[in-house]
């Protein structure tokens, strides 16, 4: 009964968002002000300016890199996030947990066959995804997901309850600040070359510097973002 | 130099992702690292409001790429905002050392910091950014920090109370989120000058519609108003007192900038009229003013109160914006600066008191006025402010909703301003006469001391600025009068 | 201007969007109303991506031997942060709910209403 009188609100407020979309401009017209607009240059010009051929790196990461800068710390957040819910100063044993809750699964040693077999090549394609992210599809997030679940897949191999953990805290905790770290590299390097944060330098002469100011900032989302996804992960396991 | 802008958001931000690195295990580096951050932002956004009293806002392009190709950062009148916030911030972090010792796990007392820088430069970024999906991302970094900070103390409901704010908040993100898409739509730009611009030339109402209403909406969610209010309590009783002063004084009142950030985007559309909504902003926030006292007066707990005091003065503020004129908006931005001195006042106030006595009702706190006098003091200064007392900081911010309501010849509103006062002033004058005047209810009461010295500084700081800032009510004023104009004159 | 039916990409994801809303007023479990939030988030991004779809184009690289009209890459970009922020939310949520779970023992909210 309740659900039927939800399902009725919601389906009166989908009425006017639907009126709403009836009145934009149809998708895929090439006349549409999306086309017309601000992107026609960056179509136009954005290999050129941008020194990435993948326009979606050069919009992320130069026309609109306060925004990824945005969105790498919303990851870092999400860690931090994480750790606050969680965290506790005892470490978790698994006879802890709320029955129920699967603590130790144990992995079948195919499983745990194939995992590392695979492993070097799942993180060569990773590592590829990131570096090339500026020439073809991919990029730092891409490849840094990558790389995150393939570290989840070891620490699954690996099982629980190692005494020391593989990195250092503190080496762990600069891995997942690389991100940001980069950025603020990246941005202050801007600064002092073209006199504004973030700022690439322009000339034709210094598509080098161009491109290999993106790749700093991919390797940084990307190894932050793997570290980050580990860390997540391993907090949420209870380690 | 011109580069405060774009630092000022972007320094905390970067020292927040760098905390847990820097300060690993050791909590006090944490606090000082946090502290000397926002010093340093005080500084620039010091800086950049003693620009724009001077010579009006300004505008940095970020990457040297102009508007609308690139993201633009504009300072202007209302941006100044963010210096309160970061004067309000470093005092919330001067008290909290302490303070989450005590009710902060000690594995997370770093992560604790680390999150409040954070939200501190998602906030100032949230208020100097010209960039509507710009807007999206510092908003969503406020709000994560935010539901993290309200499920940091631990114990049983903290993680179901963060998790209905989170729901709450998420919700309202997906419809401004989808709305701003439907304005991208629409105009090919997300650059809120650019937008309001192609906005004027668009012929179809229906999605300018449903993005203004979604929009507001949305924003409105985040602001805790009547009736979209209800993660609002539940946050605050829960959430260590620090974050209550964080959450009340500053974190809803990003709702209501941006509410001021969008309707100008509209403000020139032909094809709608922001009329309507106005009113219905208006008796919105009547009834938010009037229910949210209401609700405040059967509350036991002090923090609950407050809370309840925190949807009633949004509905001030809503009010004042519902109006819209030039009186009553110019009162509703004085009361979002205002209102967050003498909230943040009241709950660090209150949080010594619940830090000291252990005890957080009204009736547990009784004659807690004759062992913390300093700390009740303050309590006794906010209250008369919120109440709107002159010479307080509270008074200017209602006397000028009141007038606006009777200069649009509508004095039934300033009856519910004058309504809301008097249910302020039953409330607070029954706290404080129990704290004053009633004996203890316990008899650890007697052995209560004062709050340590980095906890009740803060406090009597801000219970001095609630005072000061009603004295000098006349610089704010002047200070927002030209975005005040600019907001009226072309919505 | 299209009307409706010109726009029955974008109709579908409005459908999607209420469906997401209706899972997380209507359903109980907190796992399946965060499931729900996703579902609406997705819809989202979908909109805004099929807002820079052009007819016949592909994909916004501009490498050597590229042709033809290209689709906008900012709402690509747009939606790539937006995913990354529905991660992060989904990522903490998760997170609450493991601690509602370690503390009350259900994740059901009408029970977890009535033990409060």
Redesign the interface.
């Known amino acids: 009964m309740r659900q039927a009188l939800v399902a009725i609100t919601v389906a009166i407020a989908a009425v006017?968002?639907l009126?709403?979309?009836?009145?934009?401009?149809r998708?895929g017209d090439a006349q549409?002000?999306?086309?017309?607009?601000?992107?026609a240059?960056?179509v136009a010009e954005g290999a050129r300016e941008t020194g990435a051929e993948n326009l979606v790196t050069g919009v992320l990461l130069?026309?609109?890199?306060?925004?990824t800068?945005?969105?790498v710390?919303?990851i870092?957040?999400?860690l931090?996030?994480?750790?606050?819910?969680l965290?506790?100063?005892a470490p978790r044993r698994p006879e802890d947990d709320a029955p129920g809750i699967a603590s130790a699964i144990p992995i079948s040693p195919v499983v745990a066959f194939i995992i590392r077999l695979t492993a070097p090549f799942i993180a060569v394609f990773g590592a590829f995804v990131i570096l090339k992210g500026h020439v073809s599809p991919g990029g730092g997030f891409q490849g840094g997901v990558i790389l995150g679940a393939l570290l989840m897949l070891l620490s699954l191999v690996l099982g629980r309850g190692l005494e020391r953990p593989l990195l250092p805290?503190?080496l762990a905790?600069?891995l997942?600040?690389a991100?940001?770290?980069a950025?603020?590299a990246v941005?202050m390097l801007?600064?002092a070359l073209?006199?504004?944060?973030?700022?690439?330098p322009?000339g034709p002469d210094q598509q080098l510097l161009r491109e290999l100011m993106v790749i700093v900032l991919e390797l940084g989302i990307g190894i932050g973002g793997a570290a980050i996804i580990l860390g997540l992960f391993l907090e949420m396991r209870g380690d | 130099m011109v580069?405060w802008l774009?630092?000022a958001a972007?320094v905390p931000?970067?020292a927040?992702?760098?905390t847990?690195?820097l300060a690993?295990g050791r909590p006090g580096l944490a606090r000082g690292w946090a502290l000397a951050v926002t010093a340093f932002c005080i500084f620039a956004t010091a800086a950049l409001t003693r620009r724009v009293a001077l010579e009006g806002p300004f505008s940095?392009?970020?990457?040297?790429?102009a508007a609308?190709?690139?993201?633009e950062l504009r300072f202007d009148e209302f941006s100044a905002a963010a210096l309160f916030i970061c004067v309000i911030m470093l005092l919330v972090l001067c008290f909290s050392g302490p303070y989450v010792r005590r009710a902060v796990?000690?594995?997370?007392i770093t992560?604790?910091y680390?999150?409040l820088l954070?939200n501190l430069?998602?906030m100032i970024?949230f208020v100097v950014t010209a960039d509507l999906?710009?807007l999206f991302?510092?908003m969503?970094?406020v709000a994560?920090?935010g539901?993290?900070?309200v499920?940091?103390g631990?114990?049983?409901?903290?993680?179901?109370a963060?998790?209905k704010y989170?729901?709450a908040g998420?919700?309202s993100s997906?419809l401004i989120?989808?709305c701003i898409?439907?304005l991208?739509?629409?105009?090919?730009?997300?650059n809120m000058a650019d937008v309001a611009l192609?906005l004027a030339t668009v012929?179809?109402?229906?999605?300018v519609?449903?993005?203004l209403?979604g929009m507001t909406a949305g924003f409105l969610v985040k602001a805790g108003l009547f009736p979209v209010h209800v993660w609002l309590p539940d946050a605050h009783a829960i959430a260590p007192t620090p974050i209550n002063a964080v959450s009340s004084a500053l974190l809803v009142k990003l709702g209501i900038i941006g509410l001021l950030r969008i309707f100008p985007l509209f403000g020139a559309a032909g094809v709608v009229s922001l009329a309507p909504l106005y009113e219905a902003l208006a008796w919105l926030g009547a009834i938010s003013i009037l229910a949210g006292a209401f609700f405040a007066l059967f509350q036991q707990d002090i923090k609950l109160m407050l809370a309840y005091s925190t949807i009633s003065n949004i509905g001030y503020i809503v009010l004042g914006l519902g109006l819209a004129g030039e009186l009553a908006v110019t009162g509703a931005s004085i009361h979002v600066l205002n209102h967050a001195l003498i909230k943040a006042a009241l709950f660090l106030a209150a949080g010594a008191m619940i830090h000291q006595s252990g005890y957080r009702t009204l009736h547990d706190l009784r004659g807690i006025g004759r062992v913390m006098p300093w700390t009740t003091l303050a309590l006794l200064v906010g209250a008369l402010s919120i109440v709107g007392l002159p010479p307080t900081a509270g008074f200017l911010g209602k006397w000028y909703i009141a007038l606006g309501a009777l200069e649009a010849g509508r004095p039934g509103f300033a009856v519910a301003v004058l309504g809301g006062a008097l249910l302020i002033f039953i409330y607070f004058a029954r706290m404080l006469n129990a704290f004053y005047f009633r004996a203890p209810s316990h008899e650890e009461m007697l052995a209560v001391r004062e709050a340590p010295a980095s906890m009740l500084g803060p406090v009597l700081l801000l219970a001095a600025l609630c005072v000061l800032g009603g004295l000098f009510g006349r610089w704010p004023v002047l200070l927002i009068a030209p975005g005040v104009s600019r907001l009226v004159g072309g919505g | 201007?299209a009307g409706l039916w010109g726009n029955i990409d974008y109709a579908a994801f409005v459908v999607l969007?209420c469906i997401g809303?209706y899972i997380?007023i209507a359903k109980q479990n907190?796992i399946k109303?965060l499931l729900g939030?996703n579902i609406?988030?997705t819809a989202?991004f979908a909109?805004?991506v099929t807002?820079g779809m052009v007819d016949g184009g592909t994909a916004p690289i501009v490498g050597a031997g590229a042709t033809g009209p290209f689709a906008s890459p900012?709402?690509h970009a747009?939606i790539l942060?937006?995913i990354v922020?529905a991660v992060?939310?989904t990522a903490?949520?998760l997170s609450?709910?493991i601690?509602?779970y370690r503390?009350?023992g259900t994740i059901e909210a009408d029970e977890?209403k009535g033990a409060?």
């Open positions: 006017p968002m009126l709403a979309v009836a009145g934009l401009p998708p549409a002000p999306v086309h017309t607009h601000v992107a240059r960056y130069n026309y609109r890199a306060l925004d800068f945005g969105e710390m919303i870092f957040t999400a931090a996030a994480v750790m606050a819910v965290s506790s100063a805290v503190p905790r600069w997942q600040a991100g940001p770290l950025f603020a941005g801007g600064l073209t006199g504004a944060l973030l700022g690439y322009a | 580069h774009p630092l972007f931000l970067v927040g992702a760098l847990p690195a690993h940095y392009a970020m990457g040297g790429w609308p190709w690139g993201i796990p000690a594995a997370r992560w604790y680390s999150l954070v430069g998602g970024g999906f710009n991302v510092f969503e970094l994560v920090s539901y993290a900070l499920a940091v631990g114990g049983r409901t903290a993680a179901l963060a998790f989170l729901m998420a919700v997906a989120l989808f898409g439907v991208y739509a629409l105009t090919g730009s997300l192609r012929e179809s109402r229906a999605p519609l449903l993005a209403a | 201007m969007f809303l997380i907190l109303k939030l609406m988030e989202v909109f805004i807002s900012l709402p747009l942060t937006g922020v992060s939310i903490l949520a609450l709910i601690e509602i503390q009350c977890l409060e």
